[in-house]
Protein backbone atom coordinates (compact mmCIF):
# COMPACT_ATOMS: atom_id res chain seq x y z
CA UNK A 1 0.00 0.00 0.00
CA UNK A 2 0.86 3.48 -1.11
CA UNK A 3 2.27 5.60 2.03
CA UNK A 4 3.09 9.39 2.55
CA UNK A 5 5.90 10.98 5.21
CA UNK A 6 6.19 14.54 6.35
CA UNK A 7 8.55 15.85 8.23
CA UNK A 8 8.95 17.52 10.90
CA UNK A 9 5.53 17.60 12.41
CA UNK A 10 6.33 20.79 14.08
CA UNK A 11 9.04 23.36 13.68
CA UNK A 12 9.85 27.46 14.72
CA UNK A 13 11.97 29.07 12.68
CA UNK A 14 12.97 32.56 13.13
CA UNK A 15 12.69 35.35 10.49
CA UNK A 16 15.15 35.15 7.69
CA UNK A 17 16.43 31.95 8.28
CA UNK A 18 16.49 29.19 5.66
CA UNK A 19 13.53 26.40 5.43
CA UNK A 20 13.23 22.56 4.26
CA UNK A 21 10.42 20.93 4.53
CA UNK A 22 10.88 16.89 2.89
CA UNK A 23 8.27 14.69 1.86
CA UNK A 24 8.33 10.87 0.34
CA UNK A 25 5.67 8.60 -1.14
CA UNK A 26 6.40 4.93 -0.67
CA UNK A 27 4.49 2.23 -2.82
CA UNK A 28 3.77 4.33 -5.93
CA UNK A 29 5.62 5.12 -8.88
CA UNK A 30 5.92 8.25 -11.17
CA UNK A 31 3.06 10.04 -8.41
CA UNK A 32 1.65 13.56 -9.11
CA UNK A 33 3.13 15.28 -6.05
CA UNK A 34 1.90 18.86 -4.43
CA UNK A 35 2.30 21.30 -1.61
CA UNK A 36 -0.64 23.12 -0.07
CA UNK A 37 -0.27 25.98 3.01
CA UNK A 38 -3.72 26.02 4.89
CA UNK A 39 -3.85 29.61 6.82
CA UNK A 40 -5.63 28.76 10.41
CA UNK A 41 -9.32 28.38 10.08
CA UNK A 42 -9.00 28.55 6.33
CA UNK A 43 -8.94 26.42 3.38
CA UNK A 44 -6.21 24.23 1.65
CA UNK A 45 -3.84 26.70 -1.23
CA UNK A 46 -2.20 24.88 -3.30
CA UNK A 47 1.55 25.92 -3.56
CA UNK A 48 3.30 24.10 -5.88
CA UNK A 49 2.58 20.67 -8.15
CA UNK A 50 4.78 18.20 -9.85
CA UNK A 51 4.05 15.63 -12.61
CA UNK A 52 7.66 14.11 -12.58
CA UNK A 53 11.11 14.82 -11.62
CA UNK A 54 12.40 18.65 -12.21
CA UNK A 55 8.39 19.17 -13.46
CA UNK A 56 7.27 22.02 -11.18
CA UNK A 57 4.27 24.18 -10.95
CA UNK A 58 4.03 27.51 -9.01
CA UNK A 59 0.68 28.30 -8.04
CA UNK A 60 0.98 31.26 -6.10
CA UNK A 61 4.80 33.64 -6.62
CA UNK A 62 5.74 34.00 -3.14
CA UNK A 63 9.21 33.07 -1.05
CA UNK A 64 8.78 29.60 -1.24
CA UNK A 65 10.36 27.34 -4.07
CA UNK A 66 10.30 23.64 -4.80
CA UNK A 67 12.25 20.91 -6.22
CA UNK A 68 11.91 17.25 -7.08
CA UNK A 69 15.42 15.52 -6.99
CA UNK A 70 13.98 11.72 -6.81
CA UNK A 71 10.54 10.58 -8.53
CA UNK A 72 9.11 10.07 -4.87
CA UNK A 73 10.49 12.89 -3.01
CA UNK A 74 9.07 16.60 -3.04
CA UNK A 75 10.83 19.55 -0.94
CA UNK A 76 9.36 22.72 -0.12
CA UNK A 77 12.47 25.46 0.84
CA UNK A 78 13.13 29.02 1.36
CA UNK A 79 16.30 30.91 1.79
CA UNK A 80 14.59 33.50 3.95
CA UNK A 81 11.62 32.98 5.54
CA UNK A 82 8.96 36.22 6.54
CA UNK A 83 6.19 36.22 9.43
CA UNK A 84 3.55 35.57 6.56
CA UNK A 85 5.11 31.97 6.23
CA UNK A 86 3.77 30.71 9.34
CA UNK A 87 0.97 27.75 8.78
CA UNK A 88 0.35 24.29 8.50
CA UNK A 89 2.13 22.69 5.34
CA UNK A 90 0.60 19.32 3.79
CA UNK A 91 2.45 17.42 1.42
CA UNK A 92 0.13 15.28 -1.14
CA UNK A 93 0.58 12.76 -3.42
CA UNK A 94 -2.39 11.75 -6.50
CA UNK A 95 -1.98 8.84 -9.01
CA UNK A 96 -1.73 10.97 -11.78
CA UNK A 97 -3.18 9.69 -15.46
CA UNK A 98 -6.61 9.45 -13.87
CA UNK A 99 -5.44 12.11 -11.34
CA UNK A 100 -8.21 12.80 -9.19
CA UNK A 101 -7.71 12.48 -5.49
CA UNK A 102 -5.01 13.53 -3.55
CA UNK A 103 -3.63 12.08 -0.35
CA UNK A 104 -1.96 13.66 2.55
CA UNK A 105 0.86 13.70 5.28
CA UNK A 106 0.31 14.69 8.28
CA UNK A 107 1.45 18.21 7.55
CA UNK A 108 3.93 20.44 9.15
CA UNK A 109 3.16 23.22 11.58
CA UNK A 110 5.44 26.14 10.76
CA UNK A 111 5.54 29.19 13.11
CA UNK A 112 7.85 31.89 11.90
CA UNK A 113 8.58 34.50 15.11
CA UNK B 1 -15.80 34.37 -6.47
CA UNK B 2 -14.32 31.18 -5.54
CA UNK B 3 -14.41 28.37 -7.27
CA UNK B 4 -15.50 25.90 -4.94
CA UNK B 5 -17.33 27.86 -1.89
CA UNK B 6 -18.32 25.77 1.80
CA UNK B 7 -19.76 27.40 4.78
CA UNK B 8 -17.34 27.67 7.47
CA UNK B 9 -19.98 26.71 10.08
CA UNK B 10 -19.59 25.71 13.05
CA UNK B 11 -22.08 23.55 12.67
CA UNK B 12 -23.42 21.85 16.01
CA UNK B 13 -25.53 18.72 16.08
CA UNK B 14 -25.81 16.41 18.99
CA UNK B 15 -25.20 13.17 18.66
CA UNK B 16 -27.75 10.71 16.79
CA UNK B 17 -28.55 13.37 14.31
CA UNK B 18 -27.90 13.33 10.40
CA UNK B 19 -25.06 16.20 9.33
CA UNK B 20 -25.33 17.61 6.42
CA UNK B 21 -22.81 19.78 4.50
CA UNK B 22 -23.11 21.41 1.01
CA UNK B 23 -20.40 22.81 -1.27
CA UNK B 24 -21.21 25.00 -5.01
CA UNK B 25 -18.97 25.04 -7.36
CA UNK B 26 -18.57 27.49 -10.23
CA UNK B 27 -16.92 25.74 -13.31
CA UNK B 28 -18.63 23.65 -15.07
CA UNK B 29 -15.18 21.54 -16.24
CA UNK B 30 -14.88 19.77 -12.84
CA UNK B 31 -15.66 16.50 -12.99
CA UNK B 32 -14.52 14.98 -10.23
CA UNK B 33 -15.80 15.77 -6.50
CA UNK B 34 -14.08 14.57 -3.20
CA UNK B 35 -14.61 14.99 0.71
CA UNK B 36 -12.01 14.95 2.82
CA UNK B 37 -11.97 15.03 6.99
CA UNK B 38 -9.51 16.94 9.09
CA UNK B 39 -9.08 16.65 12.04
CA UNK B 40 -7.01 19.20 14.49
CA UNK B 41 -3.24 19.24 13.66
CA UNK B 42 -3.72 16.66 10.79
CA UNK B 43 -3.50 16.01 7.20
CA UNK B 44 -6.99 15.92 5.71
CA UNK B 45 -8.58 12.45 5.03
CA UNK B 46 -9.68 11.10 1.80
CA UNK B 47 -13.69 10.28 2.73
CA UNK B 48 -15.63 10.11 -0.14
CA UNK B 49 -14.92 10.24 -3.91
CA UNK B 50 -17.60 10.71 -6.60
CA UNK B 51 -17.95 11.34 -10.82
CA UNK B 52 -21.17 11.36 -11.91
CA UNK B 53 -24.21 13.15 -10.26
CA UNK B 54 -26.28 10.72 -8.03
CA UNK B 55 -25.94 9.20 -4.87
CA UNK B 56 -22.89 7.53 -3.52
CA UNK B 57 -23.08 5.36 -0.15
CA UNK B 58 -20.34 4.62 2.25
CA UNK B 59 -21.42 3.22 5.38
CA UNK B 60 -22.96 6.31 7.79
CA UNK B 61 -21.81 9.09 4.96
CA UNK B 62 -23.49 9.68 1.81
CA UNK B 63 -22.13 11.82 -1.41
CA UNK B 64 -24.78 13.42 -3.38
CA UNK B 65 -23.60 15.31 -6.85
CA UNK B 66 -26.18 17.49 -8.81
CA UNK B 67 -23.41 18.86 -11.93
CA UNK B 68 -27.07 20.89 -13.25
CA UNK B 69 -27.55 22.72 -9.88
CA UNK B 70 -23.25 22.50 -9.29
CA UNK B 71 -24.11 21.72 -5.71
CA UNK B 72 -22.41 19.11 -3.77
CA UNK B 73 -23.15 17.22 -0.90
CA UNK B 74 -22.37 15.17 2.36
CA UNK B 75 -24.64 13.66 4.55
CA UNK B 76 -23.22 11.91 8.10
CA UNK B 77 -26.46 9.44 9.72
CA UNK B 78 -26.15 8.63 13.22
CA UNK B 79 -23.51 11.18 13.86
CA UNK B 80 -20.97 10.03 16.83
CA UNK B 81 -18.54 12.61 18.98
CA UNK B 82 -15.83 11.00 17.03
CA UNK B 83 -17.47 12.77 13.79
CA UNK B 84 -16.38 16.12 15.07
CA UNK B 85 -13.81 17.28 12.46
CA UNK B 86 -13.81 20.44 9.82
CA UNK B 87 -14.94 18.86 6.10
CA UNK B 88 -13.19 19.41 2.88
CA UNK B 89 -15.21 19.69 -0.16
CA UNK B 90 -12.83 19.69 -3.41
CA UNK B 91 -13.21 19.20 -6.98
CA UNK B 92 -11.14 18.48 -9.71
CA UNK B 93 -10.80 19.04 -13.63
CA UNK B 94 -8.37 17.95 -15.94
CA UNK B 95 -6.92 21.12 -17.25
CA UNK B 96 -4.49 21.73 -14.45
CA UNK B 97 -4.50 18.22 -13.03
CA UNK B 98 -4.98 19.84 -9.56
CA UNK B 99 -7.62 19.62 -7.30
CA UNK B 100 -9.42 22.57 -5.82
CA UNK B 101 -10.93 22.66 -2.36
CA UNK B 102 -13.67 24.63 -0.39
CA UNK B 103 -12.71 26.48 2.81
CA UNK B 104 -14.25 23.34 5.08
CA UNK B 105 -16.74 23.62 7.54
CA UNK B 106 -16.76 22.76 11.14
CA UNK B 107 -18.83 20.11 12.65
CA UNK B 108 -19.41 19.36 15.93
CA UNK B 109 -21.25 16.46 17.44
CA UNK B 110 -22.14 16.97 21.01
CA UNK B 111 -22.48 13.79 23.40
Known amino acids: SQTIHQWPATLVQPVGSPLSLECTVE??????LYWYRQAAGRGLQLLFYSIGIDQISSEVPQNLSASRPQDRQFILSSKKLLLSDSGFYLC????????????FGQGTRLTVV | QKEVEQDPGPLSVPEGAIVSLNCTYSNSAFQYFMWYRQYSRKGPELLMYTYSSGNKEDGRFTAQVDKSSKYISLFIRDSQPSDSATYLC???????????FGGGTRVLVKP
Open chain 2, 90 to 100: AAYKAAGNKLT
Open chain 1, 92 to 103: AWGAGGRGTEAF
Open chain 1, 27 to 32: GTSNPN
